[in-house]
Antibody, heavy 127, light 107 residues
């Protein structure tokens, strides 16, 4: 059974860097179709995509967070990571790590798609 | 960025009734790459439908998705007590992928 588990500090000070890790079990990040994503959900609001990493390290980031976000992967440990810098109270949210399905776009190029397996989420408060 | 607008914001129904949730996109969704998720309080969202109409593994057949282009529908044919939750649509045909604001289905 595929499981994802987020871990990291639950409280971060304003202007500092939020760091989370995601441990994957029952699956291999090294598989050629593996896309790992981070999604956040502020209290009482809908989900927001932060960014996605392909197993070999290619990254895709939300335009609204680009410049503050970095996602990395350690395939040897089956982990992927999120760093979000210069945080403010607006970054307070539940952060989920997710396996994103591989889909094919119109001309056959592979792309990250829907979110098929989710971690339980980690609440991070900026204060 | 494609904006997804879900309606209604809140839907009040009873067990046994049929639920119809709408998701409208600001522009056509490439390849009908639209997914639906269910989220209960304190839990992560759960994938219900992908590709507009394909049920995810383990999802009961009372859940069905339809639509194409800019207009999509999630139908729950006969509501069970455990179905009441918040539902989100998501498009993944264009980057950046985006979510709707959600429909709360309440008893």
């Amino acid at each position: 059974q595929v499981q994802l588990q987020e871990s990291g500090p639950g409280l971060v000070k304003p202007s500092e860097t939020l760091s989370l890790s995601c441990a994957v079990s029952g699956d291999s990040i090294s598989s050629r179709s593996y896309y790992g994503a981070w999604i956040r959900q502020p209290p009482g609001k809908g989900p927001e995509w932060i960014g996605t990493i392909f197993y070999r390290g290619d990254t895709y980031y939300s335009p609204s967070l680009k410049g503050r976000v970095a996602i990395s992967v350690d395939t040897s440990k089956n982990l992927f990571f999120l760093k979000l810098s210069s945080v403010t109270a607006a970054d307070t949210a539940v952060y989920f790590c997710v396996r994103q399905a591989r889909v094919l776009l119109r001309f056959g190029e592979p792309s990250p798609g829907y979110y098929e397996s989710w971690g339980q989420g980690a609440l991070v408060t900026v204060s | 960025e494609i904006v997804l607008t879900q309606s209604p914001g809140i839907l009040s129904l009873s067990p046994g009734e049929r639920a119809t949730l709408s998701c409208r996109a600001s522009q056509s969704v490439t390849s009908n790459y639209l997914a639906w998720y269910q989220q209960k309080p304190g839990q992560a969202p759960r994938l219900l439908i992908y590709g507009a109409s394909r049920r995810a593994t383990g999802i009961p057949d009372r859940f069905s998705g339809s639509g194409s282009g800019t207009d999509f529908i999630l139908t729950i044919s006969r509501l069970e007590p455990e179905d009441f939750a918040v539902f989100y649509c998501q498009q993944y045909g264009s980057s950046p992928n985006s979510f709707g604001q959600g429909t709360k289905l309440e008893i």
